[in-house]
């Protein structure tokens, strides 16, 4: 460069989406929907391990019931059945929402809601994608 100063303008063309929990992000014309960021949804994931360290605590006779275990928790008991439920999805859905494979539409309220417990009858009453990033 001379001594005179000199500008430089860079132009990245961008798209900001909000995909799930509310977070930003942002993704390059060159990215396709099975290259996106692999970041696992820490809410789904700490929805899935709290279900988890509940039906753990009741398995090995903790707390007898939900409600036991709600009230040592603090928390409603409605809320902590519908969260156990999480533990009944198929090995793949968990697997995927610990990956961060999960679809978009997949989010906590989603899940919350009812769907079958056989695991066969689970992806299609569920979004859910098996294919890897």
Same mark, same amino acid.
């Given at each position: 460069?001379? !001594?005179?100063?000199?500008?430089?303008? $860079?132009?990245?063309?961008?798209? =900001?989406?909000?995909?799930? %929990? !509310?977070?930003?992000?942002? $993704?390059?014309?060159?990215?396709? #929907?099975? @290259?996106?960021?692999?970041?696992?949804?820490?809410?789904?994931?700490?929805?899935?391990? @709290?279900?988890? *360290?509940?039906? *753990? &605590?009741?398995?090995? !006779?903790?707390?007898?019931?939900?409600?036991?275990?709600?009230?040592?928790?603090?928390?409603?008991?409605?809320? =902590?059945?519908? =969260?156990? @439920?999480?533990?009944?999805?198929?090995? %793949?859905?968990?697997?995927? $929402?610990?990956?961060?494979?999960? /679809?978009? %539409?997949?989010?906590?309220?989603?899940? &919350? #809601?009812?769907? +079958? =417990? #056989?695991?066969? %009858?689970? /992806? /299609?009453? $569920? +979004?859910?994608?098996?294919?890897?990033?």
């Amino acid at each position: 460069m001379t !001594g005179a100063a000199q500008m430089l303008t $860079i132009r990245v063309p961008l798209a =900001v989406r909000k995909p799930r %929990g !509310g977070r930003k992000l942002m $993704i390059a014309p060159s990215s396709t #929907e099975s @290259r996106r960021s692999s970041a696992a949804d820490t809410t789904l994931v700490k929805a899935l391990a @709290r279900a988890f *360290r509940w039906r *753990r &605590m009741m398995e090995t !006779g903790r707390y007898a019931t939900i409600n036991e275990l709600a009230a040592a928790e603090k928390i409603n008991s409605s809320y =902590v059945s519908r =969260v156990m @439920r999480l533990t009944l999805l198929a090995p %793949g859905i968990v697997e995927a $929402i610990l990956d961060g494979r999960q /679809p978009d %539409g997949m989010t906590l309220p989603v899940l &919350m #809601e009812p769907f +079958p =417990v #056989e695991w066969e %009858g689970q /992806p /299609p009453a $569920i +979004p859910f994608s098996t294919q890897r990033p």
